[in-house]
């Protein structure tokens, strides 16, 4: 198995590269380094070389410039690992912890095309919080030919085992200012 965090870039609603945004004291993309080498899972950081990440401190996966959607981050991904399972995490899932990453890896099942958690409220499978079988990869790799920017499409086509998050918090990522101040509000107020 190997984790592909997407650096997807700056966001355009807040203004700053997703990775830089702190998570526990450190960026965000750090805490997931930290967290991937303490759960000794090789990982790599799906980016564009225009994201200024350093190469001598993280294990990049340089995607074309063009890129701009998470489908070609994971397709890149198959191209690289194509026999291997990928963890797919998005670098701005700062509601994320370390126990929603355990669960993904221990219900890992290769009878399943993914495994993923499910939004139930809103019945969507959320595609940047998955872990990924081989099986499903031509489908990937199609629905990015295809034209179409999203692997959602394809998990709800799949028979990928849902897991229920306690919390759709978890699959919550940062997209404007005002969703980092609540986030950041809401850490000080655990400390």
Not at 83 to 111: R, T
Request: proline residues 4%; charged residues 20%; contains cysteine.
């Amino acid at each position: 198995m190997k984790a592909i965090l997407l650096c997807g870039g700056k966001g355009s609603r807040i203004g700053i590269y997703k990775h830089l945004l702190i998570k526990e004291g450190m960026t965000a993309v750090s805490w997931w380094q930290k967290l991937f080498q303490s759960l000794q899972i090789d990982f790599r950081i799906a980016c564009k070389a225009s994201h200024g990440l350093d190469q001598n401190r993280f294990p990049l996966l340089l995607e074309e410039e063009s890129a701009h959607a998470p489908l070609h981050g994971i397709v890149n991904a198959i191209s690289n690992f194509p026999n291997e399972a990928l963890l797919v995490v998005a670098v701005d899932l700062l509601y994320c912890s370390p126990k929603d990453i355990v669960i993904l890896i221990q219900e890992n099942n290769p009878d399943f095309p993914a495994i993923c958690y499910e939004d139930t409220q809103a019945s969507l499978r959320f595609p940047l919080l998955t872990l990924y079988q081989p099986q499903i990869f031509h489908e990937l790799r199609h629905e990015l030919i295809a034209g179409n920017q999203s692997a959602r499409n394809v998990l709800s086509r799949s028979n990928a085992k849902c897991i229920d998050t306690a919390s759709s918090k978890i699959l919550q990522g940062i997209n404007t200012i005002s969703e980092y101040q609540s986030y950041v509000f809401q850490e000080k107020s655990r400390w």
